[in-house]
T-cell receptor
């Protein structure tokens, strides 16, 4: 296991198209997070799962965004009707609570460009 | 709502000089504070967390609740310290959501 992986690494799409990103967490990590990072900013929390349950969603996550983790393993993030403002790096992280603490391990990210 | 402020977007320091990256936070409860680092062409990774009270790669950070600060320090900078540094918090122990600052790009001048 080489860590959190994300696919694709880069995505260029036209405004109005739908896109889907995939995240594979570290094996046996029961928590999975999605963040978005725009230029010059730190990552911003979007949503997180514990196993297959989506436990929290940011108000940043509009109705056009949906995330799933159907079997408690990999997760997908879909953006419908993309807008230019959706252009960003989408980061996935996973963690497993041990000893009351929780270290999030990040993937390399998917860079989305909406033309 | 919680907030993390990193006042310096860019910081340049000569090799061998001391480094201090500033981080201030606002949160009414007892947050857990972190420093994450991103080296060139690498993924974001945890550098240290305040509850561990560890020194990682020569870096330390002390949580000052009175000043609501969590500054990152290193007495002697090395060239390999050049990277992007993010301060982050979770609202309480075991809470999952990380709130990040905007980051400081540290450049070590040889």
């Amino acid at each position: 296991d080489t860590g959190v992986s994300q696919d694709p690494r880069h995505k260029i799409t036209k405004r109005g198209q739908n896109v889907t990103f995939r995240c594979d967490p570290i094996s046996e990590h029961n928590r999975l997070y999605w963040y978005r990072q725009t230029l010059g900013q730190g990552p911003e929390f979007l949503t997180y799962f514990q196993n297959e349950a989506q436990l929290e969603k940011s108000r940043l996550l509009s109705d056009r965004f949906s995330a799933e983790r159907p079997k408690g393993s990999f997760s997908t993030l879909e953006i419908q009707r993309t807008e230019q403002g959706d252009s960003a790096m989408y980061l996935c992280a996973s963690s497993s609570r041990q000893g009351g603490t929780d270290t999030q391990y990040f993937g390399p990210g998917t860079r989305l460009t909406v033309l | 709502a919680q907030r993390v402020t990193q006042p310096e977007k860019l910081l340049s320091v000569f090799k061998g000089a001391p480094v201090e990256l500033k981080c201030n936070y606002s949160y009414s409860g007892s947050p857990e504070l972190f420093w994450y680092v991103q080296y060139s062409r690498q993924r974001l990774q945890l550098l240290l967390r305040h509850i561990s009270r560890e020194s990682i790669k020569g870096f330390t950070a002390d949580l000052n609740k009175g000043e609501t600060s969590f500054h990152l320090k290193k007495p002697f900078a090395q060239e390999e310290d050049s990277a992007m540094y993010y301060c982050a918090l979770t609202p309480n122990f075991g809470n999952e959501k990380l709130t990040f600052g905007t980051g400081t790009r540290l450049t070590i001048i040889p």
